[in-house]
């Protein structure tokens, strides 16, 4: 019996399907082991064996009670327990004669029968969709199945970015309109940093955005501005630091990025930094055998434009007493007639060039007029050139 209802609870949840399936022959029905409310177990196979005889003592009745039965049997008078008593007994054996058993078990095989009649074959082989545009990247993407027929009543996915991001466009210039000039209430004036303010943090923000490198904390100091450092001990502190000290700027820089938080990362430069001062006051070893390596910072040189080169009060008269002196000596050879006129050389050169052109076309056409009929070829045309 117990395998009937698995089978029928397996059942019970698939899908009706729509393809008729082919009629098989009802197979016979068979008895199945009866409902009973009882502890005593029974074999599948041993129908004819007699059931054993069953006796309740009042104390097992009332522990096979549900909590509200309980309730209500224990505020009933004892001539009532009793009649509740028999009443329940009386119900439990209706329930498991054996003419209310066979019809039970009639019945959940009928059902049984039904339900594998309608559910479709085991060995039937689903035809396998093809995932639609929308399923692409989804795990399930059986489960969501083809795209709809597009009817032309909207428009493509292209549209709607363009769409979205017209709209996260208008949605900042509303705010770069009417809430961004309200931050100005909150402008404080800038106060360089004091003296016992040496460390200089800087944070990446992404605006609201996640990002890898939003943890990451960067610091700079200068070894100089560092309160309570001798020369000596300042100089084990660049020791120490190696390759993040730049000997250009006197400027230390360090970053981390192990910690979740910026905040947490802040804090850990913070006790770096207390652990480097500890350690280069701690005169019991002040490094002094090992000299100071900057191999690993590369120089540069930043050209500066010539001293003598600014323009100076002293420049500005030296020179316009050689434009002065250049502008005399022109003047002189013009007046003598030494001064070469370019404009009047070019055109005099233009004109003896036009002339020697055309003597050459005329006489090639007297040559070709002359030598007609006499057998040295066709007669040769004159061409004139276009001016």
């Known amino acids: 019996m117990a395998a009937a209802v698995n089978r029928l609870a397996f059942t019970a949840r698939r899908c009706t399907s729509r393809i008729s399936s082919r009629a098989r022959p009802q197979p016979p029905l068979r008895s199945f082991r009866a409902f009973t409310t009882s502890s005593i177990a029974r074999d599948d196979d041993d129908d004819d064996a007699e059931p054993q005889t069953r006796s309740r003592t009042p104390a097992s009745f009332v522990a096979s009670l549900h909590p509200d039965d309980r309730a209500r049997y224990d505020s009933l008078s004892p001539s009532e327990r009793q009649e509740f008593e028999a009443t329940a007994r009386a119900l439990d054996d209706h329930m498991t004669s054996s003419a209310v058993e066979g019809r039970l078990s009639a019945a959940v095989a009928q059902a049984v029968y039904t339900v594998s009649s309608e559910s479709p074959e085991s060995d039937m082989v689903l035809p396998r969709m093809k995932p639609g545009f929308v399923a692409m990247g989804e795990l399930d993407q059986q489960g969501t199945g083809e795209d709809d027929e597009f009817e032309d009543d909207d428009i493509s996915s292209l549209g709607h970015g363009e769409l979205e991001q017209h709209r996260e466009m208008r949605e900042y210039a509303r705010l770069a309109a009417w809430e961004m000039p309200l931050l100005s209430r909150l402008a404080k004036p800038f106060e360089p940093p004091a003296l016992d303010q040496p460390l200089r943090f800087r944070y990446t ?163 070709g007029v002359k030598g007609k009929g006499k057998g040295k070829g066709k007669q040769q045309r004159a061409r004139l050139p276009r001016l």
Not at 333 to 338: F, N, R
Request: aromatic share 6%; glycine share 4%.
């Open 205 to 367: 923000s992404y605006m609201g955005e996640k990002h890898p490198a939003e943890k990451k904390v960067v610091l700079e100091f200068c070894t100089r501005d560092l309160p309570g450092l001798t020369e000596e001990q300042r100089i084990k502190l660049v020791k120490l630091v190696g390759v993040r000290y730049n000997p250009q700027t006197d400027v230390i820089k360090m970053s981390s990025e192990m910690f979740e938080t910026q905040a947490q990362n802040k804090r850990y430069l913070g006790d770096l930094v207390d652990t480097l001062m500890r350690e280069a006051k701690d005169s019991t070893d002040m490094f002094a055998d090992i000299p100071l390596d900057f191999r690993h910072h590369k120089f540069k040189t930043k050209p500066r434009f010539p001293d003598h080169w600014r323009m100076t009060p002293e420049r500005k008269q030296q020179l316009e007493a050689t434009r002065g002196q250049r502008y005399l000596l022109e003047q002189e050879k013009t007046e003598g007639g030494q001064m070469v006129d370019g404009v009047k050389l070019i055109e005099t050169m233009l004109r003896s060039a036009r002339v020697r052109n055309e003597s050459a076309v005329l006489l090639e056409a007297q040559q």
